[in-house]
């Protein structure tokens, strides 16, 4: 099976030794994703729900590069810094899967990787039909 590594681009991918999401066969699985915007700008500062839709458009981009769309996404594992809203980050969640309805893990933890990152989300698809 080919590899497909997917980038974003980011100082962070190649310091740390990662890519945003891996593709092999029909498997796509997505890396822990924040609200980082390419100029490592965090997105939504103090705001969990912006956070959150920043955050699974930024997965949809790394699906469809990887030739997935949300649609393929079977589980996501999203996890909290102690001061986000988790009320506002289900409702997020659910606007974009409430049809999908992937499995879903929500925790809070004691911090994550930057005091204003509130929320940070990994995804893994499978894509039901391979064109390769």
């Known amino acids: ?10 100082d962070y991918e190649s310091i740390a030794g990662y890519a945003r999401a891996v593709r092999l066969g029909n498997i796509v699985q997505v890396s ?5 915007d390419g100029a490592n700008t965090v997105v939504g500062i103090g705001d969990s729900a912006a956070q ?7 997965i949809e981009r790394a ?13 996501t ?13 289900s409702r997020v969640h659910g606007k ?6 992937p499995a879903n893990t929500l925790l809070y933890i004691h ?3 930057g005091e204003d990152y509130l929320v940070e989300m990994e995804a893994e698809a499978i894509i039901a039909a391979i064109s390769q």
């Open 96 to 101: 974009y899967f409430g049809e999908i309805r």
């Open 52 to 58: 959150t839709d920043f955050i699974i458009r930024k």
């Open 32 to 36: 822990g994703t924040t609200a980082t």
């Open 111 to 113: 911090a994550l990787v």
């Open 77 to 89: 594992r999203i996890y909290l810094a102690p001061g986000a809203d988790w009320e506002a980050v």
């Open 63 to 75: 699906l469809n590069e990887a030739g997935a769309q949300l649609t393929d996404i079977v589980r």
């Open 1 to 10: 099976m080919k590899r497909q590594n997917i980038s974003s681009g980011t």
